[in-house]
């Protein structure tokens, strides 16, 4: 029974430690590009910078400066 007294707060500080790690990871955006490890896996570099290239020439331009919007 003693053990339990020890154990229960390791294990209540250790869960709420993974859940400030888990909303330090939402609040960094660590899960906003699900796409891009894919593509970082399946693709060449040249391939996805062309990629880019293609879709930047593609987007529209803002009214007041001439720029692309960066998506």
Not at 4 to 10: D, E, G, K, T, Y
Not at 25 to 43: M, V
Not at 44 to 53: N, P, S, V
Request: hydrophobic content about 40%; cysteine-free.
């Amino acid at each position: 029974m003693s053990n339990l007294v020890f154990l229960i707060p390791v294990a209540l500080l250790l869960g709420g430690l993974g859940l400030i790690a888990f909303l330090w990871t939402l609040k960094t955006g660590q899960y906003d590009d699900l796409d891009g490890a894919s593509y970082r896996a399946l693709f060449e570099e040249d391939d996805i910078a062309a990629e880019q290239q293609k879709s930047s020439k593609e987007s529209p331009s803002t009214p007041d400066t001439g720029t692309p919007y960066q998506s």
